[in-house]
């Protein structure tokens, strides 16, 4: 593997023009083939095997009049302080509304809220359901300016009047969260390299994998049925880990050259060494998203496909465009005093040994005083690392997952304020009703009886008459619940009626009876997530320890790795647990509402962080592994790995966490959530896990961390990641003494 990408890499740099060219064909033919390609279809959300997807499948069947998957917008109506929503003056104001709705454009029809006695009991409130002919997503601009106008028409006339429903229109605008993860990233690549040049060649090249990649997606949406939401996650990954893996590569050919390599020589041994270690992290992050399969839920493993696609282009630019790139700037990458100091002349040998004794009496850098300091301490700094990442993980034991609604959104929408009517005036259930199925001979006949048997629990508040098919082989009844639909009784009522269904078809002379709607596929979304996400965790974590093992030649390294990575996830997860769902320091990160955890949060987490966290961690290890294949002691081989990675792994981390914590910032608490819960998970798994516990454990292991039967070192290949293969180089024809190796730590070194 070293010696093919050594071999890659030195052809990307001398032959850099092609190679150029090459990615910018690429990347011009992919943004023809998305600018021809027709639209993307419109997301479909579907759970294969759920009991609300089955009622969903009969209703679609049984009443396709209904009109399922049209959009719909819930206008709530509120009288003027003091007065009746049934008074004269304020009725032919609802009527006008109710005219100008059923009017408006892409509208069928909008129910009048007096011939369907759709009022509060207090006679304050209506509401009325506008139903378009087509899907929410297929809505245009047009027709949600023609909604909204009609909605201010009415406000103007002195009502309150607030929408719900998935035909509003929602506000997509991020502020300016990427705005800041993108500056901080380019602050933090500048200082790291003291360069401009070498600051922006990582951005430059995450940019053209995204660009690849995204329009990849569009141009393949309508064959695959990728949805134009499919490249949000897809954006995000290729975004981090492209920045990531230009980093690695350039720091490596920054440190060749610094020990004295021909330029080529560096280029052709930086992608053969960091780009060994960035082709298994790829691959790692590549698995774990693909793994998303497991769950059975189309849209994830849409997104999960396609940010796999664009970390492999990651990949790809990595290892041939960035040294292709370095061939046009090979000194203007380096600092200005390592310039300075390769322009100089060669030095002769009494002036290198000079040098040499000099460079040794130098102060080490800051990750190899770290390193220094774990290695004195490495059961205290195991002690406190796990015992603290354990502290913040026990929130996580009272998890709570859910789904994002109105009742989540921010307080000054309008679909929140809606929302909030409703439950006022209608109850908390009414903004989640559960829709029953009746299948029967005579299925009017039965879902009376089904529904005369609902209305007497005490965890209901009304059952809607019956309305039958064509056929009257399925009937309909709308339940309200007395609980919110994101209340655990809520749950608890969707499950006791799905157990008790069969005893009361019996009694109603029904075939079967299912519970469907809104909530309840919410209810069975986050119950299939929950039971995906042991065997995704399994798959993911089995498959990259088995990667990984290839990798370092060794059982323990990746044993730890997996299990750092666990700490890290549960740590995170307690965070958002503690201040998500449980409201510790709401007002500081301006949470309006604490709730349960989005369902999606821990899977997503742990297919992006694990593939993050392995980046660091084949970086960091790879080269200790590389300091120990080469004759190093064991605190040495710690040391170095430090010494060389230390800086851009905590370069890489501050980038992420930085870009993810904009994100914080929103309005949204949902993005609040994802933001925060992703920059926990990498501060905890970057500088806990892999900064201390990582080097404290193979202070303790020794030379056992690399430890590997031999029966499995011969089965296993062997693909020399660390360069082990690669050509003798030749005598430096310079030297630079700032980058000489220091062996202040010869006390430890050898532990």
């Known amino acids: 593997m070293a010696t093919f990408l050594y071999k890659l890499g030195r052809l990307a740099f001398r032959r850099r023009g092609l190679m150029v060219l090459l990615w910018v064909l690429i990347l011009g033919g992919a943004g023809f083939a998305a600018s021809t390609a027709p639209a993307p279809p419109t997301d479909t959300f579907s759970m294969p095997g759920t009991e609300s997807q089955k009622a969903f499948d009969l209703l679609r069947d049984r009443f396709p009049a209904a009109g399922t998957d049209g959009a719909s917008a819930r206008v709530v109506i509120r009288a003027p302080q003091g007065q009746k929503i049934t008074g004269p003056a304020t009725k032919a104001k609802v009527d006008a509304l109710v005219a100008d709705l059923s009017k408006a454009s892409g509208v069928t029809a909008a129910t009048d809220p007096y011939l369907l006695k759709t009022l509060s009991k207090d006679r304050t409130t209506a509401y009325s359901i506008a139903t378009y002919k087509v899907a929410a997503l297929e809505l245009t601009e047009v027709q949600h300016d023609a909604l909204a106008r009609t909605l201010a028409k009415a406000r103007g006339e002195g009502l309150t009047v607030e929408a719900g429903g998935d035909a509003i229109k929602v506000d997509a605008a991020m502020g300016g969260a990427e705005g800041i993860g993108v500056l901080v990233s380019a602050i933090v690549l500048l200082i790291t390299f003291g360069s401009l040049i070498a600051a922006g060649m990582p951005l430059l090249t995450a940019l053209i994998g995204v660009g690849v990649g995204i329009s990849a997606i569009t141009a393949l949406g309508s064959t695959l049925g990728l949805s134009s939401t499919t490249s949000t996650l897809a954006m995000m990954i290729g975004l981090a880990v492209g920045i990531d893996y230009a980093l690695f590569i350039i720091s490596r050919y920054r440190s060749e050259i610094a020990e004295g390599r021909e330029r080529q020589e560096a280029a052709g041994r930086a992608v053969g060494t960091a780009g060994s270690a960035v082709v298994f992290a790829g691959l790692t992050v590549i698995i774990a998203l693909a793994g998303l399969a497991v769950v059975n839920i189309s849209m994830l493993t849409k997104m999960g496909m396609a940010a796999a696609g664009t970390v492999a282009?990651?990949?790809?630019?990595?290892?041939?465009?960035?040294?292709?790139?370095?061939?046009?700037?090979?000194?203007?990458?380096?600092?200005?005093?390592?310039?300075?100091a390769l322009r100089g002349k060669p030095l002769s040998a009494r002036q290198r040994r000079r040098a040499a004794k000099e460079a040794a009496r130098q102060k080490p850098n800051l990750g190899a005083r770290w390193a220094g300091y774990v290695l004195r301490h490495p059961a205290a700094v195991l002690v406190v690392g796990v015992l603290g990442l354990g502290a913040i993980a026990v929130p996580a034991a009272s998890l709570e997952l859910g789904l994002p609604g109105e009742g989540?959104?921010?307080?000054?929408?309008?679909?929140?304020?809606?929302?909030?009517?409703?439950?006022?005036?209608?109850?908390?259930?009414?903004?989640?009703?559960?829709?029953?199925?009746?299948?029967?001979?005579?299925?009017?006949?039965?879902?009376?009886?089904?529904?005369?048997?609902?209305?007497?629990r005490s965890d209901v508040v009304s059952v809607s008459p019956a309305a039958a098919s064509t056929a009257n082989?399925?009937?309909?009844?709308?339940?309200?619940?007395?609980?919110?639909?994101?209340?655990?009784?809520?749950?608890?009522?969707?499950?006791?009626l799905r157990d008790s269904a069969s005893g009361i078809a019996t009694g109603a002379g029904a075939t079967e009876i299912l519970v469907t709607g809104q909530t309840a596929m919410f209810i069975d979304f986050s119950q299939t997530l929950d039971d995906a996400l042991l065997p995704y965790l399994a798959l993911v974590v089995g498959l990259a320890f088995l990667l990984l093992m290839v990798v370092f030649r060794s059982v323990l390294v990746p044993l730890k790795a997996a299990l750092g990575f666990l700490l890290s996830v549960s740590a995170a997860l307690g965070a958002v647990v503690a201040v998500f769902q449980w409201g510790w320091l709401a007002d500081v990160f301006g949470i309006q509402q604490p709730g349960p955890v989005m369902s999606t949060v821990p899977i997503l987490m742990i297919g992006v962080v694990f593939g993050l966290a392995m980046d660091y961690e084949v970086f960091l290890v790879s080269r200790m592994r590389e300091a120990h294949v080469h004759g190093a002691r064991p605190g040495e081989a710690?040391?170095?790995?430090?010494?060389?990675?230390?800086?851009?792994?905590?370069?890489?981390?501050?980038?992420?966490?930085?870009?993810?914590s904009g994100f914080v910032t929103e309005h949204n608490d949902l993005i609040k959530m994802i933001g925060f819960a992703l920059a926990v998970a990498v501060l905890f798994d970057a500088f806990v896990v892999r900064m201390a516990l990582v080097p404290a454990l193979f202070a303790l292991l020794g030379k056992s961390a690399w430890w590997m039967p031999k029966w499995l070192d011969r089965l296993l290949p062997n693909l020399d990641v660390e360069g082990e293969n690669l050509p003798t180089p030749a005598p430096a024809?310079?030297?630079s003494p700032q980058h000489e190796q220091p062996r202040p730590y010869a006390d430890f070194a050898n532990r």
């Not at 005036?425 to 559960?434: A, E, H, K, T, Y």
């Open 408 to 456: 989540t959104m921010a307080r000054e929408t309008s679909q929140r304020k809606a929302y909030d009517m409703l439950s006022e005036s209608f109850g908390p259930g009414f903004n989640g009703p559960l829709t029953v199925t009746v299948s029967a001979g005579d299925a009017k006949k039965a879902a009376d009886a089904v529904g005369k048997s609902l209305a007497g």
């Open 638 to 660: 710690v040391v170095t790995g430090f010494r060389y990675g230390g800086r851009v792994v905590s370069a890489a981390a501050i980038i992420m966490i930085s870009v993810f």
């Open 733 to 735: 024809r310079h030297h």
């Open 313 to 340: 282009v990651a990949v790809l630019i990595a290892i041939t465009l960035v040294p292709a790139l370095l061939g046009f700037a090979p000194v203007k990458v380096l600092r200005r005093r390592d310039r300075k």
């Open 473 to 496: 082989d399925t009937a309909i009844l709308n339940l309200v619940p007395a609980t919110g639909p994101t209340d655990v009784r809520t749950e608890d009522l969707v499950r006791s």
